[in-house]
């Protein structure tokens, strides 16, 4: 990757603090998802699921969930994402994995399945932030929600649970923050 790229996905990516009027069409959630679904999970298990909410009348059911501090720049969003993962991600393993019986492994064990719907679905959710990144848009993960209400209001005919939510737009680019402070290698890393 050359340094344009590399500052794109990370060195000057920001989390916004508003957006622009620009839309955010379907072919670029499309193109979104096309990105994202290639990256690795562990057995290919593939548990993330989406839900992009893309009208204001979807976007306004969401408020009684979000967190006071959240609901501004959340609704103001052209798309918020509900990144999800299925527990039942196994079911789709017979078409996803060359492992025979990979399937009935995780039916039988709920608590490593839930793990790995998890664990894997926020690895996925992790490449949709760089894959909105790579297609030019900001993202903005939000944490401060009531994941009850969302799975009721959005999910209970899936069966899906939610980790996260994420805006996502073109944001207006005279609410971009500075760069918060970040850990050095030092305090954060160990080498063994």
Known sequence: MDETSLDQLFRHARSPRGWS?????RETLVALYDLLKL????????????????????????????????IDLCLKAPVVALVCHDPLFFEHLPRLSREADLRNWFAADVGLSEETAFRNGSLQGGYLILAARALGLSVAPFSGFDSYAVEEIFLADTGWRINFIAGLGYPDARTLPERAMRLGFDESCLVL
């Open 39 to 70: 990256g690795p999970t562990s057995g290919n298990t593939c548990p993330a699921r989406f839900v992009f909410l893309t009208s204001d009348d979807m976007k306004e059911r969401l408020r009684p969930a979000l967190s006071a501090g959240n």
């Open 21 to 25: 009027n620009m839309s955010v069409e």
